[in-house]
């Protein structure tokens, strides 16, 4: 990893050390649409490790929020000759996530897209071999239900934020689970991951 990454990794873990400590002693009710909520550094390191596993991978972010996440991912995709595709629904954060990819050298290989995610997801013309899903909750199924006709066989399936008593993500858990060409299990790692593999066999 080179010294511009490491250099906006750098940023990225300083807003985070601050975010955190300015969120102690806050009320439940801060706007969580100006807050970095980002995956964390152990998260990112992991990410960064499976994308890296594959060919030239077409990588697909679902929530690029300030962009943490997907600086991670891009850096994968340079390393391994692929590509990452993100969407928000945010043009403020999105625009900060660009800045951010520049710094580190990385804008080349993302295509930055701003709207509504099922709907984006739906116009894809192409196939994808690495799925982020780190957005508002209740998007999670109908991402799913989305990319699912996307998938490359082999293709990885990283889902954030998922731990025991999260209601709003039981569903999605539970369809993934359930699908017959999907492998899919907890890690805890960061805030909990259900990891996931289409076809793994094929």
């Known amino acids: 990893m080179d010294s511009k990454v490491t250099a906006v990794l750098d940023t990225y873990h300083e807003m985070i050390r601050k975010e955190k ?3 102690h002693g806050r009320s439940q009710s801060i706007d969580l649409d100006n807050r970095l909520l980002a995956v964390g550094p152990q998260t990112g ?18 929530g690029t929020s300030y962009g943490y996440s997907g600086i991670w991912l891009a850096e994968a995709a340079r390393a391994a000759g692929g590509r990452v595709i993100t969407m928000e629904v945010s ?33 894809l013309n192409f196939d994808v071999d690495f799925v982020l899903v780190d957005l508002w909750k209740d998007l999670y199924l109908p991402c799913l239900n989305a990319f ?14 998922i731990s025991p008593g999260r209601s ?18 907890p890690v805890p790692i960061g805030s909990g991951l259900e990891i996931s593999r289409y076809r793994a066999w094929a």
Not at 45 to 62: D, G, H, V, W, Y
Not at 148 to 156: E, F, H, M, Q, S
């Open 45 to 62: 390191q992991f990410i960064n490790l499976l994308a890296r596993s594959l060919k030239a991978p077409t990588i697909l972010e679902l």
């Open 21 to 23: 400590e300015q969120g």
């Open 91 to 123: 043009s403020q954060k999105s625009a900060f996530a660009r800045e951010m990819s520049q710094k580190a050298g990385l804008s080349d290989l993302v295509d930055f897209r701003i709207g509504d995610a099922v709907e984006m997801i739906g116009k």
């Open 168 to 185: 709003n993500i039981a569903d999605y858990v539970a369809a993934i689970r359930a699908l017959p060409d999907m492998a899919s299990f």
């Open 148 to 161: 699912l006709p996307r998938l490359r066989p082999g293709a990885i399936i990283v889902a954030d934020n």
